[in-house]
């Protein structure tokens, strides 16, 4: 029979526990009774156990899993009494069911009972343990078997449990959590032990993938195959290359007792690529390479052999403007690249794929000569001027070779994208630097000024800046002139100031290095020298007069 566990004592022992039980079996009894009553309002039905007693039966414990009640009035059905509630007999038709399971079970299982295990729910808790019920069977399990804290709120909770002991007598079937426990530790210890113990390969089952590896399960123990343990590529996701119930072949690589955890290795269980790479492969060395995976940053090349190799977005092309690897590269693309650095101790493997192209540069110098003009496109503006873009090579036009006019920059005049026609001013074949020039390209308003102007002509203009060794004045047209400091006198240079006017001879106009030199001194002089020559003019003039006069 099942047991009734109301009496149990918290500390009774086994033997105490089964002798309550038989006092109890006294006062229970499977009758055969008759289905008297439906009372289907009130979810029960009238049953006759004899001596004209009637029973309660709750109508749930005959109904089929459809709903639908097995029995009907004038039906005969087994029933327990146990005991009675308000005169009636109490009885039931489930501990009859459980009673017959439970005999069952023990015929099945009373002469080789050890290391079974059971699986079902706590139904019920007492002083004396709880009842647990699997697949209408009925078991026992003390308090002291048990391995829960009083607090712990365990009743509705699936466990398993070992089978201790197995009395047919009582129909009575003892199950202790704890023993399983300890079983299952001893086990657990057994095969980790096995495990941890030199070059042991183990099948193990992937129970569970994560973000962050898989838990494998290897002869009942959970050990962690983390993502980084997986390929020798390096971190991966586990999920794009396994499914749960795949089976894996693992190395145990270590154990933490106090945390209880198994660290599992997939990738240990392969031979490494890295020492064919390091014996094979040098810096220098031309490779045909797969393209597995494109990042903002650069792109994964695939070698082989869970090898891969980065290529930085630096080293895709020469052109130092690359936004997007997409642009010049797709996945599973095979190209040729040169490694250039092999780290042993990382199982770091960079390669570059521009160091196998044409320098863009050594194709300009065959292609093009300082004072030739073509035509580029603006890739950049800064506030020192503009790089333009010819044939894969960029050169800087300065703002000083941008116009004529020294307060134009790159920025005003141009736009980034916009073609612009230069000269190439110098080639540095060293430092691979190009210089352009613009305004060689445009009329110098020097050039302009000469075929107007000649040496020792007087012109005004406006003192635009006063430095150590002289001053610059601005002339017509946007001209620029010197005149240095010996060539200011008479006037003081301490009393000038910029925006003052000034007046001044043309020393010299030099086109070919676009300068003009004026001189006050000279002015000074030339003035001086018209002076005289009036005052001589009319001296003659009065003297010829007189000798006419004497004459006459």
Do not use: C
Not at 382 to 399: K, M, P, S, Y
Not at 486 to 515: F, M, S, W, Y
């Amino acid at each position: 029979m099942a047991f009734d566990n109301e009496s149990f004592e918290e500390e009774e022992n086994f033997a105490e526990m089964f002798a309550e039980s038989e006092k109890k079996q006294e006062t229970s009894r499977i009758v055969e009774g008759e289905v008297v009553e439906i009372q289907a309002d009130e979810n029960r039905a009238l049953v006759s156990v004899g001596d004209k007693l009637e029973g309660i039966l709750s109508l749930d414990e005959i109904r089929d899993e459809n709903g639908e009640l097995k029995f009907n009035t004038g039906d005969k059905i087994k029933v327990m009494q146990m005991g009675y509630y308000n005169e009636r007999p109490k009885i039931s038709y489930k501990k009859v069911l459980e009673q017959e399971k439970t005999i069952e079970f023990i015929d099945a299982h009373k002469e080789d009972f050890e290391d079974l295990v059971v699986e079902g729910i706590i139904t019920k808790k007492n002083r004396g343990g709880y009842v647990v019920e699997a697949d209408a069977v009925s078991f026992f399990m003390p308090r002291s078997l048990a391995a829960f804290k009083e607090t712990d709120d365990v009743v509705g909770r699936k466990i398993k449990a070992q089978v201790v002991k197995i009395d047919p007598a009582e129909n009575s079937i003892i199950l202790s959590r704890r023993k399983l426990f300890n079983e299952e530790r001893k086990k657990k210890k057994e095969i980790i032990d096995q495990l941890m113990a030199e070059d042991v390969i183990v099948e193990g089952t992937i129970k569970k993938i994560t973000s962050y590896g898989m838990f494998v399960d290897v002869g009942g123990v959970d050990g962690l195959v983390h993502y980084n343990e997986i390929s020798y590529k390096g971190p991966v996701n586990p999920s794009k290359l396994y499914k749960e119930g795949d089976v894996v072949t693992v190395k145990a690589i270590s154990y933490d007792k106090d945390k209880r955890h198994l660290s599992l290795s997939i990738k240990a269980v392969q031979p490494d690529p890295w020492a064919e790479v390091e014996s094979e492969l040098d810096e220098g060395d031309t490779i045909t390479v797969t393209v597995s995976n494109i990042e903002a940053y650069g792109v994964f090349v695939d070698l082989g052999n869970d090898i891969e190799g980065f290529l930085h977005i630096s080293e895709i092309t020469w052109n130092k403007n690359v936004k997007n690897p997409n642009d010049y590269l797709e996945v599973g693309q095979e190209i040729d690249v040169e490694v250039i650095e092999i780290n042993s101790k990382t199982h770091k493997l960079r390669v570059s794929l521009k160091r196998l192209l044409p320098k863009p540069f050594d194709e300009f110098v065959k292609k093009y000569h300082e004072g030739d003009v073509v035509t580029g496109t603006v890739t950049s503006l800064t506030d020192f001027g503009a790089f333009v873009r010819i044939d894969g090579v960029e050169g800087l036009l300065h703002n000083q070779d941008i116009s004529w006019d020294k307060n134009t920059k790159a920025k005003d005049v141009l736009k980034s994208g916009e073609e612009v026609e230069v000269k190439i001013a110098k080639i540095n074949k060293e430092d691979q630097k190009i210089s352009l020039n613009r305004k060689t390209l445009l009329e110098s308003p020097i050039d302009k000024f000469a075929t107007t102007h000649k040496v020792n002509s007087v012109v005004k203009g406006t003192i635009r800046d006063i430095k150590d060794f002289g001053v610059f004045v601005s002339l017509e047209d946007g001209v620029d002139a010197l005149i240095r400091d010996e060539d200011l006198a008479p006037l003081v240079k301490e009393e000038l100031e910029p925006g003052q006017e000034i007046e001044a001879a043309i020393a010299n106009i030099d086109t070919r290095r676009d300068r003009i030199r004026l001189s006050v001194k000279k002015l000074d002089y030339i003035k001086n020298q018209a002076m005289l020559e009036e005052i001589n003019d009319t001296e003659s003039h009065s003297l010829g007069d007189l000798i006419k006069d004497k004459f006459k």
